[in-house]
């Protein structure tokens, strides 16, 4: 196991356009967390998963975002319709327990033209 | 909104200095933690200190926490070109499970 994998590292679309992004978590993780980040601002939480229950999901998130994750295993993460606005950083997370740090992927970057 | 607020937003020194950055939160935690990023990087978890623990160390890391003012401070010592990143304080709060709420960061330059 060599960390947190996102798929994939770039990702340009047209507004409008519906985007899914990969993340496979650190095995032993029960813990997965979605967030974006902008430029110059820290890491907005998006989302959250126990195993495979989502547990919290962002109010911030409006309903052209969706995440799931199947078996408890890897997380996807859609986008419907596509906005400049979605422009950002998105980084997957896990964790083992409630005190242990996060792991994160090295993100993919979404650019919406 | 963000939950912590980093000071100062950019810090510049000089190779062998310290570098002390603190975080301010509003609300109650059961933990603090600090994670670096390197440009266009995902984050790397440094050091978690729980509410009930007032100071930690790791390496050339030293945490403090002081619940009463909610702040938290993060200290580098003999800082080294290599520390050059961007440092986040992050907070799990109490009703909020692992969640982390992170702050808006300190861009840390170590000039060699």
């Known amino acids: 196991d060599t960390g947190v994998s996102q798929d994939p590292r770039h990702k340009i679309t047209k507004r409008g356009q519906n985007v899914t992004f990969r993340c496979d978590p650190i095995?032993?993780?029960?813990?997965l967390y979605w967030y974006r980040q902008t430029l110059g601002q820290g890491p907005e939480f998006l989302t959250y998963?126990?195993?495979?229950?989502?547990?919290?999901k962002s109010r911030l998130l409006s309903d052209r975002f969706s995440a799931e994750r199947p078996k408890g295993s890897f997380s996807t993460l859609e986008i419907q319709r596509t906005e400049q606005g979605d422009s950002a950083m998105y980084l997957c997370?896990?964790?083992?327990?409630?005190?242990?740090?996060?792991?994160f992927g090295s993100g993919t970057r979404l650019t919406v033209v | 909104s963000q939950q912590g607020e980093e000071d100062p937003q950019a810090l510049s020194i000089q190779e062998g200095e310290n570098a002390t950055m603190n975080c301010s939160y509003k609300?109650?935690?059961?933990?603090l933690q600090w994670y670096r990023q390197n440009s266009g990087r995902g984050l790397v978890h440094l050091i978690l200190?729980?509410?009930?623990?007032r100071e930690k160390h790791s390496g050339r890391l030293r945490v403090t926490l002081d619940t009463s003012k909610k702040s938290s401070s993060l200290l580098i010592t003999a800082s080294r070109a290599a520390d050059t990143a961007s440092y986040f304080c992050?907070?799990?709060?109490?009703?909020?499970?692992?969640?982390?709420?992170f702050g808006e960061g300190t861009q840390l330059t170590v000039n060699p």
């Open positions: 997370a896990s964790s083992e327990g409630e005190y242990d740090g996060y792991t």
């Open positions: 095995s032993e993780h029960n813990r």
């Open positions: 998963f126990q195993n495979e229950a989502q547990l919290e």
């Open positions: 609300t109650s935690i059961n933990n």
């Open positions: 200190i729980r509410s009930n623990e």
């Open positions: 992050a907070t799990g709060k109490e009703t909020s499970g692992s969640r982390l709420t």
